[in-house]
């Protein structure tokens, strides 16, 4: 049938035929992809090693994902921009909540990121900010959303995750080194390490995947 | 013509009630009632730009919708009743609906609680006829006088010739038998919508939560919307006053990224808002004011593309956002052609931006490298063990007398961290402006 429909598609069209194949064609795809198990939403992290160890292959969509590196420096932001460039090239906006620096614009511009996209939220406090990180997972117009949390509980956690799935957005949390040693119920947890020149992410949790696999960054593909 | 009449039988109570739990507040407020019919006024207005209004002695109240003429564009007057009273109902009035062609017989049919609707006046008579007589709107000598003739139906008295009527029992009872099946037109007062919308309410207990104010101000903001909707405008700020002891006031400024009218998402805006604000003193009385007017940018009714409604919902996010966390709070960044790494930047509030025009990528590997983050002063330091690469020196700024002379590296720590540092060319000094995060 995908066949025929093709076939049409090169004699001219009215617009009315135009719009019924067009129907017919959105059924026939839908109807192909219904058998397929559905597989979990993900963003390509845009390093092809990584994503062969992520379920899905990217960072989860609808879903938190943890990031706790062991300092600041260390490549922790940089592994996030190829997928943020992607979201926001897309069109969907980047939330970030309370960063402990300044994003420094002409870095972000020279890896891709629409800066349009990117927004930041400035809140008095720490409980401000995981109000306004629920807030802004909870809408579908935004991709990704970035937050910095000094401490959290597992309910708070559960919360985010929550709202990420209602907005089927990424939600990336950077945590303090300690937290690893607590369990948390988001659906990836990410150990970094600065490794020789490069970035070594230890996969503590992954929902439907492996856990404790171990893959390296050189510093050139990341930071460039 | 064709009525909708909603009888309100403990209106001037229940308008007096500070809160939805504490209906029955400690005494009535002489004021309360009258304002808040207006306020309901409004919000039917939504319906019909023909609406009626009465308050009894007794406290209890009336509004007339006509709704004939928009009867089809808003479906049969069945879905009306119910949509009317499914607004209601939130709003914490106790309520029964009538719908007949005189003014009337609307109000009577309200009155007997009947479900049934009449639409023409046969179908009216009809279903008038086995009323008792104590339902007609006549006062209270008159009820009696007609007892005292052995009737007890309203369809016994209407079968009686007129002019009798009149001999027996008076004209204003022969008048009033008159409209109510329609036979004598019933002169009305409408309602107007005013140019600006004020609306307001007291308590008779003062609030001292903030949540508290939510159940009255839902009210105001339903008669906000109401107004908005006949006018076919809506508005991007409105102003919340709350009323303390002997005239001070709190004034709020409710601001909306992009115009709307939706009462339950002007209320969002202001429980954020409210929930940020420290009461200074209880309150007495709410106020709410909208002068701009504007043109509705997206009608809820326009059940437009998933880009558009996503972009609506990330302006209703932004709103939130500013409501609690002020203003200035959302803020989206700018990149500037300046070789100074503290001036290469700007940051102003955010607004809804077009789709990104796909830019050509190259352009941005022109860019020399940066750090993801940099600090907000540079910090002074050491001399680092460890340059990895560098320098790169930028000479600028003479021109305005913030002038620069830096050689910039890239500097390695013990623990793997990467910095962005510089040795001042003229202190010679070291400092870390940036991390390669």
Redesign the interface.
């Known amino acids: 049938m995908t066949f025929q429909a093709l076939q049409n598609l090169s004699a001219p069209l009215s617009g009315l035929d135009r719009d019924a194949l067009r129907a017919r064609i959105d059924h026939i795809s839908r109807h192909a992809h219904a058998d397929d198990p559905p597989g979990p939403a993900v963003q390509p992290t845009g390093f092809a090693d990584f994503d062969a160890l992520l379920p899905g292959g990217g960072w989860p969509l609808g879903a938190i994902t943890e990031l706790m590196p062991e300092a600041q420096g260390i490549g922790e932001l940089s592994l996030l921009l190829p997928a943020l460039a992607k979201l926001s090239r897309a069109g969907r906006y980047l939330m970030w909540i309370a960063p402990p620096c300044l994003p420094y614009p002409p870095a972000l511009v020279r890896h891709g990121l629409v800066l349009d996209r990117l927004l930041l939220v400035q809140a008095q406090d720490a409980r401000a900010a995981l109000w306004a990180a629920e807030q802004a997972l909870r809408c579908p117009a935004i991709g990704a959303v970035l937050a910095w949390p000094a401490a959290l509980d597992d309910r708070r956690v559960r919360r985010l995750q929550l709202a990420a799935e209602t907005g089927g957005s990424c939600g990336l949390l950077y945590r303090p080194p300690l937290a690893a040693l607590q369990p948390s119920p988001a659906a990836l947890r990410l150990r970094l390490k600065a490794l020789g020149p490069g970035l070594q992410v230890e996969i503590q949790k992954a929902r439907g995947g492996r856990a404790h696999a171990l893959v390296v960054h050189p510093a050139a593909a990341v930071r460039a | 013509m064709l009525w909708l009449c909603i009888q309100l039988p403990r209106f001037a109570l229940e308008a007096s009630a500070g809160d939805a739990c504490a209906l029955v507040p400690t005494h009535r407020l002489p004021d309360a009632a009258p304002a808040a019919l207006k306020t309901l006024a409004l919000w039917a207005m939504q319906w019909s730009d023909q609406v009626s209004s009465q308050l009894t002695a007794d406290g209890d109240a009336a509004l007339w919708l006509e709704i004939g003429a928009s009867r089809r564009l808003l479906g049969e007057h069945a879905q009306l009743r119910a949509c009317v009273a499914e607004a209601l109902t939130p709003l914490g009035y106790t309520h029964r609906l009538g719908i007949a062609p005189t003014v009337q017989g609307a109000a009577l049919l309200a009155r007997a609680g009947l479900t049934a609707s009449a639409v023409t006046r046969a179908q009216l008579l009809q279903l008038l006829a086995p009323l008792p007589l104590a339902l007609l709107a006549l006062p209270d000598e008159q009820l009696i006088a007609l007892r005292g003739t052995g009737l007890r139906l309203i369809g016994e008295l209407l079968a009686l010739p007129i002019a009798s009527i009149a001999r027996r029992f008076g004209p204003d009872a022969a008048l009033y038998l008159q409209r109510l099946r329609g036979a004598l037109p019933e002169p009305l007062r409408f309602v107007q919508t005013p140019p600006r919308f004020e609306s307001r309410c007291e308590f008779a207990d003062a609030i001292s939560e903030t949540t508290t104010l939510l159940f009255p101000l839902q009210r105001l903001l339903a008669g906000l919307q109401g107004y908005l909707r006949a006018r076919d405008r809506a508005v991007q700020r409105y102003e919340l006053c709350l009323e303390h002891h002997r005239g001070a006031l709190t004034r709020l400024v409710i601001g909306l990224a992009r115009p709307g009218r939706d009462a339950a998402q002007l209320l969002a805006l202001a429980r954020e808002r409210l929930a940020a604000t420290v009461l200074a003193a209880p309150v007495h009385g709410l106020r709410v004011a909208a002068d701009e007017l504007l043109q509705p940018v997206l009608l809820q009714n326009d059940l437009f593309s998933r880009?558009a409604q996503?972009?609506e919902?990330?302006q209703?996010?932004l709103d939130?956002?500013a409501a609690?966390?002020g203003a200035?709070?959302?803020?989206?960044?700018?990149?500037?052609a300046e070789h100074r790494?503290e001036r290469?930047?700007h940051?102003s509030a955010?607004q809804l931006?077009a789709?990104?025009a796909?830019g050509p990528?190259h352009a941005?590997?022109e860019?020399?490298?940066?750090?993801?983050?940099?600090?907000?002063q540079p910090r002074p330091i050491d001399k680092p063990q460890q340059l990895l690469a560098g320098p790169e020196r930028i000479e600028s700024g003479w021109w305005d007398g913030a002038d620069v002379a830096r050689d910039y590296y890239l500097a390695r720590?013990a623990?793997?961290?990467?910095?962005w540092v510089y040795q001042d060319l003229r202190a010679g000094g070291w400092h870390v402006h940036?991390?390669?995060?």
Request: proline share 12%; hydrophobic share 50%; glycine share 8%.
């Open positions: 880009a996503h972009s919902q990330f209703q996010v939130r956002l609690r966390l200035g709070a959302v803020q989206a960044l700018g990149h500037t790494p290469a930047w940051m955010a931006s789709p990104p796909a990528e941005a590997l860019l020399p490298r940066r750090p993801c983050w940099l600090l907000p720590e623990d793997g961290a990467q910095l940036g991390i390669w995060a």
